[in-house]
């Protein structure tokens, strides 16, 4: 009798506990918290709009390479945190990883005849945000006495969920992934954290798996282009020049297979930009390279292949095995969709405020539905179900040109096809 009479005192304490909690943070709210709320919303707002309407001030009519430099030098000038989107939602420029999380203000403007998205946010935590903090801690409090105080009353009740966790602690070291259960609340959060926890270590198994896959994917290029020339080299016919020709490209190729091995050591790291070995490299240089590694092999499959370039005295700092990867995985899915038809590809290089822009067009169809245009550089993505490891080498691409600071995106062009655009920076 003791024990139940306890049991509803405890009860009624709580609930009488809950009630005041209650109605304290209604009053609160409605009385001071949201109209505070709401008026420093509303200034935060007109500061934001009044900075994106001087940035449109400042970029008025300048292409989109001048823009990023303007956005960029008002942000060093004036603070904040902005982001450039194209109409695709690829980022051109931010110095804020997550603008979703800020108070921040929105407009669309044009810039050479195609729409952009600039935001700008001034603030990342909003005022009042101690005052909310304190009622934070004061819920908590709250939240762990009242804890404390089901788990003496309801103890078999709690225990029981715990041990049912610990099982499936246990379980998972031997594979079986636990699932999220309905249990008394204070118990339930551990459960469903311990879910979210394994869900999320799934994800980076098959991100380590898709790393391994990727460095197949790019070892099998130039395994390819090995054996291509392994078997023209069985030739009898061969002269001597074409034999040494053809030994310098099978040794050339395997070095990079050498290489992609090597950096199979760092898969691990999530930053790729720890892995480049930089070089300082002319615009003609690699113009020339990619002139000796494409065009007799692309002229044997009846492929135009043209490299233009108004910049060659220009450099860049790069990763010279790293790029050559971004080209020859653009390269390689271009030839895959030409099937019986008569290729071009043409690589054209620029050079315009302080940025080297390189489009690589084809004329294999492009994409009818321009919505997949962002898409295909999302990982394992592909057009063809009949593959069974796919969509990783232009995925593979953008993880490359981002670490290099520059950025990548893809368009329909002119000669009915696709152009896979990148822009890094000159030096």
Excluded: W
Excluded at 59 to 72: A, L, P
Excluded at 279 to 297: C, G, N, P
Excluded at 318 to 343: A, P
């Amino acid at each position: 009798m003791k024990i139940a009479k306890a049991k509803v005192l405890t009860l009624i304490f709580l609930g009488t506990l809950l009630i005041i909690n209650s109605l304290l943070l209604f009053s609160y709210y409605n009385f001071y918290l949201s109209d505070k709320i709401s008026s420093d919303l509303i200034t935060i707002r007109n500061q934001n709009n009044n900075n994106l309407y001087f940035i449109i001030n400042k970029i008025k009519n300048k292409d989109i390479i001048e823009t990023e430099d303007e956005v960029r030098k008002y942000v060093k000038d004036n603070g904040g945190y902005v982001s450039l989107k194209d109409r695709y939602g690829n980022i051109l420029y931010t110095n804020k990883k997550d603008m979703n999380k800020l108070f921040s203000s929105t407009i669309y403007i044009i810039i050479d005849n195609d729409e952009y998205e600039l935001t700008y946010s001034k603030l990342s935590i909003t005022p009042g945000m101690k005052v909310i903090r304190n009622f934070m801690v004061f819920e908590i409090v709250l939240l762990t006495v009242t804890i404390v105080t089901f788990f003496i009353l309801n103890s078999r009740q709690l225990i029981n969920p715990i041990e049912l966790t610990i099982k499936d602690i246990n379980d998972y070291k031997y594979g079986k992934i636990p699932v999220k259960r309905k249990m008394p609340k204070q118990v339930e959060q551990i459960q469903n954290t311990f879910v979210d926890m394994v869900d999320k270590l799934e994800i980076e198994k098959e991100y380590q798996n898709q790393i391994i896959a990727s460095i197949s994917h790019d070892i099998k290029t130039p395994l390819t282009s090995v054996i291509g020339y392994t078997d023209r080299l069985k030739n009898s016919k061969l002269d001597e020049e074409k034999k040494v020709k053809y030994i310098d490209k099978i040794y050339n190729q395997a070095l990079l297979m050498k290489s992609i091995l090597e950096e199979f050591d760092d898969y691990q790291s999530c930053n790729l930009k720890k892995t480049l070995k930089y070089k300082v490299m002319d615009i003609k240089t690699i113009k020339e390279s990619l002139i000796r590694d494409y065009e007799e092999e692309l002229k044997d499959k009846k492929i135009t292949f043209k490299v233009i370039s108004n910049c060659d005295d220009k450099k860049v700092k790069i990763d010279e095995v790293k790029i050559k990867r971004v080209f020859s995985n653009i390269i390689t899915n271009s030839v895959t969709h030409f099937k019986s038809r008569e290729g071009i590809i043409n690589v054209v290089i620029n050079y315009r405020a302080g940025k080297v822009k390189i489009e690589v067009a084809d004329n294999g169809g492009g994409i009818e539905d321009e919505k997949n245009l962002k898409k295909i550089f999302e990982p394992l993505y592909t057009s063809d179900p009949s593959r069974k490891i796919s969509g990783l080498g232009l995925s593979i691409c953008k993880q490359i040109i981002i670490a290099h600071d520059g950025c990548i995106y893809a368009k329909n062009n002119s000669i009915k096809g696709l152009s896979i655009i990148f822009i890094i920076p000159s030096c």
